[in-house]
């Protein structure tokens, strides 16, 4: 199989459906930036902690839902969508790291670690495709678990970021104003 089919040399892709659309259009906007937040959590695997690796695989696939999800205007039965499931996976591993850390007492300041500066990153680049993704469902159906889904992954990421951190000894360093 060929990498490139020069079908979207004239600025146009395909959906899912096979209906082409320009590729500034708010869908592809959407999708493309859910797979640059995947692109950013990849880079931060290996952790150096296999549960935190484990979960990081667990959502670069969900985020490959997500982005099958948005590429598609009429899903089948069949087709790939974030379903409620994916969310409460996300809210347990939530659960799960916050129970190893301190209680969060002002806002943090995103760095820390190699993994961890790069789970911050990836969380705010998840909050730009989770404002793509609403942008988009105001004018067209989406898939509402999938928005849900982004804004619960931001909380995850910031978390795990921070576990990350506290693990490798780093400590968090608050905004003064």
Known sequence: ?????????????????MSRVSKTSARIEAYGTVDEA?????????????????????????????????????????????????VEELEDAIDEADEELDPLTSFVLPGGSEAGATLHHARAV????????????ADEPVNGEAIRYLNRLSDALFVLGRLVNARDGVPEESPTY
């Open 38 to 86: 995947n692109a950013l959590v990849g880079t931060a695997r290996p952790t150096g902690y296999d549960d935190v690796d484990e979960t990081l695989e667990r959502i670069q696939n969900h985020l490959h839902i997500v982005q099958a999800d948005f590429a598609n205007p009429s899903p089948d039965e069949d087709d790939p969508v974030v379903a409620d499931a994916h």
């Open 1 to 17: 199989m060929k990498i490139y089919t020069g079908r979207g040399d004239e600025g146009m892709t395909d959906l899912r459906d």
């Open 126 to 137: 998840v909050r730009r495709a989770e404002r793509r993704a609403v942008d988009l469902a």
